[in-house]
């Protein structure tokens, strides 16, 4: 197994460690339905539509 050859210094090491708790906006699609702003892979929000039928009941 292939071993570091030199220690990497605090700096290095923390700011490897910064990279995990940082929290990032979900990205938005447009819904092909109703062009309401929705996650990508989730039932649209707004018309209940997935994959081009009405997955879940509005009122
Ligand atoms: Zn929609």
Request: proline fraction near 12%; charge should be positive.
């Amino acid at each position: 197994m292939a071993v570091p050859k030199r220690r990497k210094t605090r700096s290095k090491a923390r700011m490897r460690r910064a990279q995990n708790w940082r929290l990032e906006a979900p990205t938005f699609a447009s819904c092909p339905q109703c062009h309401h702003p929705k996650q990508p892979h989730r039932v649209c929000p707004n018309c209940g539509y997935y994959a081009g039928r009405q997955a879940v009941p509005t009122e």
